[in-house]
């Protein structure tokens, strides 16, 4: 288990040593499968750092049980506020109990837990994944519309039974189904990672022709990539002989999009840093807070003004 304690030092805003000690906060990152995954953990650990947190970072390698491990060395060390992007949804209560008898406040970043026992954590701060799923899903319904075809969609999703992929995948559905035209011929989970994507594109060329899918709709960027480089391969021009959507918006995916070979880019924000800071201080101290937050996002597509996209920074 990588465990890497940060010690922040204490910036503008931050509390002076006389008014009280850092806040101590044990983060427990699932892993490091995208672009969007590093730039979350780069937002956490500087922001950790212009707050003056002391931050306890652990990447647990998509692994949940080193997820456990680390939540539960957080609580050894007494850490006054734990943080973790779960991997899954399930398999918290345990551990998250331990926490509670413990006295120490639970954040919950990025993904969401499924839990009976709201009382486990304090603040769930993340995307709202199933409006993620519905833009996908809307911007479909526009480039179809009146088209009168049938529209045969593959879809890579992410990591079963994680909140993105379950949102992502029920959202798009509830709005595609309002049309017979369109179909999934063809999903799979990618993992989030781009030699998935390329693994699973290969498989659908494997069992349809070139010819035989009309859109592509991949829950993450990476995947998008190694999806794009087989389709080219097979002699597919991406954006333009398959419509492709993907989800983040990092600044390489946006450049396709600028290019015509994505049509549809949905944000998922990964820059929750500053606000999991202010809602770990608020926490620490007793203030209350609500118990869901979700992160501000948009969507740029073939019919905005790309020019106006401002760089992405990851
Ligand atoms: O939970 C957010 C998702 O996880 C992002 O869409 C994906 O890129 C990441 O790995």
């Not at 049980?65 to 007494?78: D, G, P, W």
């Not at 659908?204 to 991949?218: F, I, K, N, T």
Request: proline share 4%; aromatic share 8%; glycine share 8%.
């Amino acid at each position: 288990m990588l465990l890497v304690l940060v010690v922040c030092a204490c910036g503008i805003g931050s509390r002076s040593a006389t008014e009280s000690k850092p806040i101590v906060l044990g983060y427990s990152q699932l892993g490091d499968e995208s672009t969007w995954r590093t730039q979350n953990s780069r937002s956490i650990i500087d922001a950790a750092e212009k707050a003056g947190v002391k931050i306890m970072f652990d990447d647990a390698m998509q692994k949940p049980e080193n997820q456990i491990k680390a939540i539960r060395s957080f609580i050894a060390y007494k850490v006054d506020v734990i943080a973790f992007s779960p991997l899954v949804e399930t398999g918290w209560d345990t551990v998250l109990h331990e926490a509670k008898a413990a006295g120490i406040p639970v954040i919950i970043v990025d993904r969401m837990i499924d839990t009976a026992d709201e009382s486990l954590y304090a603040c769930a701060l993340g995307s709202d994944f199933y409006k993620e799923g519905r833009r996908a899903g809307e911007f479909l319904v526009k480039k179809y519309r009146g088209s009168g075809r049938p529209v045969r969609i593959v879809e890579i999703g992410g990591t079963m039974d994680s909140t993105p992929a379950i949102g992502r995948y029920q959202g798009f559905r509830d709005v595609i189904s309002s049309d017979p035209n369109f179909s999934v011929i063809f999903s799979d989970d990618g993992d989030f990672m781009l030699s998935k994507g390329k693994e699973i594109m290969r498989r659908v060329l494997r069992l349809y022709g070139p010819g035989d899918l009309d859109v592509l709709y991949s829950h993450n960027d990476d995947m998008t990539f190694g999806a794009i480089e087989v389709m080219q391969e097979a002699g597919i021009e991406p954006g333009k002989d398959v419509v492709i959507i993907s989800v983040d918006a990092t600044q390489r995916i946006v450049d396709y999009l600028k290019d015509g070979a994505v049509n549809c880019v949905i944000e998922c924000n990964p820059n929750s840093g500053s606000q999991l800071m202010e809602i770990a201080r608020d926490v620490a101290s007793g203030v209350g807070v609500p118990k869901r937050i979700y992160i501000e996002e948009t969507v740029f597509d073939e019919y905005a003004d790309l020019d106006a996209i401002a760089p992405r920074g990851y």
